[in-house]
């Protein structure tokens, strides 16, 4: 079964730091666009940030300046590291594909990311 794994997820104060890792044994990110989503509270799941095969990263204007993605295809992987943090920033946090703006697996149990004093 294709999975998806994240970790990297806490409780961290207003303007602290964080990083995601994101991994998988079943799927090969190499060739997709990768990128990261969170689900807040009540909300739909977002995107926040992707980056392309070739290492070009994209963000959601509310990241921009604080989040970095980034990939690391000899590990198969890929990272958010998160600097900077606000409350509106706590939600659980996702990592999938992305074609046309959704993921095409998946997802993952997500790793959840708090951010309060």
């Known amino acids: 079964q294709e999975q998806l794994v994240e970790s990297g997820g806490g409780l961290v104060q207003p303007g602290g730091s964080l990083r995601l890792s994101c991994g998988s044994s079943?799927?090969?990110?190499?060739?997709?666009?990768m990128g990261w989503y969170r689900q807040g509270s009540g909300n739909q799941r977002e995107w926040v940030a992707l980056?392309?095969?070739?290492?070009?990263?994209h963000y959601k204007d509310s990241v921009k300046g604080r989040f970095t993605i980034s990939r690391d295809h000899a590990k198969n992987a890929v990272y958010l590291q998160m600097n900077s943090l606000k409350p509106e920033d706590t939600a659980v946090y996702y990592c999938?594909?992305?074609?046309?703006?959704?993921?095409?697996?998946?997802w993952g149990q997500g790793t959840q990311v708090t951010v309060s004093s």
């Open positions: 999938n594909t992305v074609v046309n703006g959704q993921g095409t697996y998946g």
């Open positions: 079943t799927i090969i990110f190499a060739p997709y666009i």
């Open positions: 980056i392309t095969s070739s290492g070009s990263p």
